[in-house]
């Protein structure tokens, strides 16, 4: 890829946020001392210190903090030992309307000049717009009074590992760490699996370059009658059951 088609990725690489083929490409022009991505990749990293520096302090509701704060396995809540999912949900809520700005006015720039690629930057549009009610949905979750909360992966070391929640009105997220990326050709499928019931399918998702995954099915779910959240790798088109073994599983 040219440093061109990499411009827009420069900030979410810097967040550590930025997916392949991107994440790769940028890595391999900063390896080669790229005289156009190393500048550009410390603006985007300068721009973000500044973007931080500059939220003001938030004290979150002590419900949302204690569960930010728990730790898979049922240890002492004084310690996060799988701050990367944090790390993208925190990142992305804090900054994400800001860079998507910045990448709007870049294409608005672009169109402007060329008068062209009116369908990519109405594309991109939607992608941000989608990205951004993702994360919204995902915090309703996690800020629900009622929501059922799960572990899964605590008792191993061995990936993956991480929590779903179960809002009766809000719907179900998934948050989990060590869940490499599925292959090519393939997907992550989660399924809701009722009590004495066929699993249901919830959605396909992609884990990140660094193991991460945030999953979302919003609406509502009967909590009670769900005995287990599922995840299995299946075809990139999906599955209407599970083909496979799941490569997680959280019991309620």
């Known amino acids: 890829m040219t440093c061109d088609e990499l411009l827009d990725y420069y900030e979410l690489y810097a967040l550590g946020l930025a997916e392949d083929p991107e994440w790769s490409e940028i890595r391999a022009h900063l390896a080669r001392n790229c005289p156009t991505c190393i500048p550009g990749v410390r603006s985007a990293r300068e721009l973000i210190s500044l973007i931080g520096a500059a939220a003001p302090a938030v004290e979150p509701p002590s419900r949302l903090r204690d569960r930010v704060l728990a730790i898979p396995g049922g240890q002492k809540a004084s310690r996060w030992n799988w701050s990367p999912v944090w790390a993208v949900v925190a990142a992305c809520a804090l900054i994400a ?24 930057v109405q594309a991109e549009s939607a992608s941000q717009s989608r990205e951004l009610a993702r994360l919204n949905e995902a915090f309703a979750i996690l800020n629900q009074p009622d929501a059922r909360q799960v572990v899964f992966g605590g008792a191993t070391p061995q990936p993956p590992r991480g929590r ?14 060590n869940l490499p990326p599925a292959p ?14 066929k699993p249901v399918p919830a959605g396909l998702f992609q884990s990140t370059p660094d193991g991460t995954a945030l999953h979302v099915l919003p609406g509502a ?18 599955a209407t059951v599970p083909n496979l073994p799941p490569v997680l599983a959280a019991a309620l």
């Open 97 to 120: 309307t800001v860079i998507f700005s910045v990448r709007a006015h870049r294409a608005s720039a672009e169109l402007a000049q060329a008068g062209v690629e009116l369908g990519r």
């Open 184 to 197: 090519a050709g393939k997907i992550y499928e989660m399924w809701v699996i009722p009590k004495g019931g």
């Open 164 to 177: 779903v929640f179960l809002d009766p009105k809000r719907g179900v997220l998934l948050l989990a760490s």
């Open 221 to 238: 779910v009967n909590v009670a009658s769900t005995a287990a959240v599922a995840v299995t790798l299946e075809q990139a088109s999906g």
